[in-house]
């Protein structure tokens, strides 16, 4: 699977911005999706994930009521809209599939970064 990543930004605290990732490949589907994101000095940690049917979602609860995870199921691309932005969610955002992402915890496939900067 290959997943391509765009929409990151530099955006002020409180705004939105708005992720896009379009998923090619083998079966894209059939398999979960999902964003991870790695802020400076920091591991990489799960943020959303959404099923291959788009009806079981899960987001880590530092992000839960401000993003929204969605997925066009016959385009296979998967979005997360980020509202009420926060300095904390600065990072780089990575596209991903399969693994455990409903567990919250890993995936078999990652896309290249997008950047998203939250200024104060």
């Known amino acids: 699977v290959q997943l391509q990543a765009s929409g990151g930004g530099l955006v002020q605290a409180g705004e939105s911005l708005r992720l896009s990732c379009a998923a090619s490949?083998?079966?894209?589907?059939?398999?979960?999706l999902g964003w991870f994101r790695q802020a400076p000095g920091k591991e990489r940690e799960f943020v959303a994930a959404i099923d291959y049917s788009a009806r079981a979602v899960t987001y880590t609860d530092s992000v839960e009521g401000r993003f929204t995870i969605s997925r066009d199921v016959a385009k296979n691309t998967v979005d997360l809209q980020m509202n009420s932005l926060k300095p904390e969610d600065t990072g780089v955002y990575y596209c991903?599939?399969?693994?455990?992402?409903?567990?919250?915890?890993?995936?078999?496939?990652w896309g290249q970064g997008t950047q998203v900067t939250v200024s104060s």
């Open positions: 490949g083998r079966s894209p589907s059939t398999i979960t």
């Open positions: 991903v599939a399969g693994g455990t992402l409903l567990l919250r915890r890993s995936a078999d496939y």
